[in-house]
């Protein structure tokens, strides 16, 4: 498989893991279309921002065009939010895919399961159990081992990580 094929298989795991825990949370999930509220402008891996600019690149030109403004209005938001809704949401990287759900991550060294929730979504003061909870862990090694992999056939440096607005529109606006 090529390293896209494998990111692409990676997203697809990822999905099967953010169903099951998405139908177990479904009554305190506020997120879906129409809310942005975790929409900023990340910083992603060399991998994702290839399969994002493919989706850039695959828009009507209007859209394209109103990317462009966003860039220009929206300093503190993603500027691949049209209308609130994500532009390439087939292509979304992963920290937009994981964004709401319980997020949990093995702290080795202190023998600790750290959670990262969306307060929109859930109080301080939520337990989760261990079932109920997205480790990420696995997901992101898998996502730093693909991208190592691409970054490397592509002669890119793996530790650098792409801003979204430097995505969005490199070039100059669409007529």
């Not at 300093?75 to 937009?96: G, K, Q, T, W």
Request: hydrophobic share 40%; net charge negative.
């Amino acid at each position: 498989m090529t390293c896209i094929q494998d990111y692409h298989q990676l997203l697809a795991d990822l999905e099967e893991e953010i169903s099951r825990v998405g139908k177990i949370h479904a009554a305190n999930l506020s997120c879906g279309p129409g809310c942005a509220s975790c929409c900023a402008p990340f910083n992603i891996l060399p991998i994702e921002a290839a399969c994002v600019r493919e989706a850039i690149d695959a828009l009507p030109p209007a859209n394209r065009n109103q990317l462009s403004r966003n860039l220009a209005e929206r300093i503190d938001r993603c500027p691949l939010l049209i209308d609130d809704l994500c532009s390439v949401y087939a292509a979304r990287p992963v920290i937009c895919r994981t964004q709401g759900l319980p997020l949990a991550y093995i702290d080795e060294e202190r023998e600790a399961i750290e959670v990262s929730a969306c307060p929109l979504n859930f109080p301080d003061d939520y337990d989760f159990a261990p079932e109920l909870l997205l480790f990420m862990d696995e997901f992101n090694d898998r996502l730093f081992e693909i991208n190592l992999a691409w970054c490397r056939e592509q002669g890119l440096p793996p530790d650098r990580r792409i801003p979204l607005r430097e995505i969005a529109c490199p070039g100059p606006p669409l007529v």
